[in-house]
T-cell receptor, first 115, second 109 residues
Framework: DGGITQSPKYLFRKEGQNVTLSCEQN?????MYWYRQDPGQGLRLIYY???????QKGDIAEGYSVSREKKESFPLTVTSAQKNPTAFYLC??????????????FGAGSRLTVL | ELKVEQNPLFLSMQEGKNYTIYCNYS?????LYWYRQDPGKSLESLFV?????AVKQEGRLMASLDTKARLSTLHITAAVHDLSATYFC?????????FGAGTRLTVKP
């Protein structure tokens, strides 16, 4: 079945450590996204990528980094520069710039807790 | 910058009642989406609205889009407990997908 796989589902990190969240899709989607969700809040865009080897900052990119070396993969690194990283992180993908429906498909999410 | 505003943010309803959630956005777009999120879970797609005047219905939920007013509505008819969730609208403007803050709906018996 096609879909998006995020790992790990739960992650605990000590302050000052970098951590990388994995996002892999087998939907042949061109565009991929990372969102952050805080408790009781909406989704805020961190980074997005429309094609391989290219990505754009969203509203809250500071303290995060991404790479898009393969179409299927869009890992997110939460660096020690991110001051309040505890949150629920959602990865999503869609077909890219096409006419018609362009629905985002979401992964199950990764819940990061900084101790 | 594309901004998406939803209201209300919190909605407590009695079963059997009707209500409407509103979604306003700040830029020209004719692609709007509604998603549902259950507690602790990811988002699932509910409706895709692709043109002015588009209306979609699924069970007790009906979504509509007015691109001239930059407004979408999600109408709930005769609410039931299973509809309790958080509902998000999202606007697609040249791949910049932005979400509203979400409406947390609680349906009480």
């Amino acid at each position: 079945d096609g879909g998006i796989t995020q790992s790990p589902k739960y992650l605990f990190r000590k302050e000052g450590q970098n951590v990388t969240l994995s996002c892999e899709q087998n939907l042949n989607h061109d565009a991929m996204y990372w969102y952050r969700q805080d408790p009781g809040q909406g989704l805020r865009l961190i980074y997005y990528s429309q094609i391989v080897n290219d990505f754009q900052k969203g509203d809250i990119a500071e303290g995060y980094s991404v790479s898009r070396e393969k179409k299927e993969s869009f890992p997110l690194t939460v660096t020690s520069a991110q001051k309040n990283p505890t949150a629920f992180y959602l990865c999503a993908s869609k077909r890219g710039r096409t006419s018609g429906a362009n629905v985002l498909t979401f992964g199950a999410g990764s819940r990061l807790t900084v101790l | 910058e594309l901004k998406v505003e939803q209201n209300p943010l919190f909605l407590s309803m009695q079963e059997g009642k009707n209500y409407t959630i509103y979604c306003n956005y700040s830029t020209t777009s004719d692609r709007l989406y509604w998603y549902r999120q259950d507690p602790g879970k990811s988002l699932e797609s509910l409706f895709v609205l692709l043109s002015n005047g588009a209306v979609k219905q699924e069970g007790r939920l009906m979504a509509s889009l007015d691109t001239k007013a930059r407004l979408s509505t999600l109408h709930i008819t005769a609410a039931v407990h299973d509809l309790s969730a958080t509902y998000f609208c999202a606007v697609d403007a040249d791949d910049d997908m932005r979400f509203g803050a979400g409406t947390r709906l609680t349906v009480k018996p």
